[in-house]
């Protein structure tokens, strides 16, 4: 049996852009998108921590350094410049592989800064 799992997640990006007019996806800065393990075209799940949106689209590289996360076509109807948004992509895995498996987890600031990267997610407690 195989499962869907998180492989990467850019958390609590902040939205550079919104273009209606641009071809549809989300330009995501390049230095990030190889930070985050992301693949240009591949598949991304965005959700608007702002606005409570969630939708699919996929990624395209933005100039490396840029910091920009551009949310383009259909989609920017769903966020806007200063959106705090979490960007994540998903694989398909083996089940007996999935209790090794570590995703890539990386954290942002306010102006697309990375902060830190993890590879577990803190156990919520009570």
Known sequence: MNLTVLKSKLHRACVTHSEVDYEGSCAIDGDLMVEA??????????????????FTTYAI?????????SVNGAAAHRAS?????????????AAEKVA???????????????THTRQAIPVQAA
């Open 61 to 69: 590289r933005a100039e490396a350094g840029s910091k920009i996360i």
């Open 37 to 54: 393990g992301i693949h240009e075209y591949e598949q991304i799940m965005i959700y608007n921590v702002t606005n409570g949106e969630r």
């Open 81 to 93: 410049p200063s959106d705090r948004i979490i960007i994540c992509t998903y694989a398909a895995m």
């Open 100 to 114: 090794d498996y570590k995703p890539i987890l990386v954290y942002l600031d306010e102006e697309n800064n990375v």
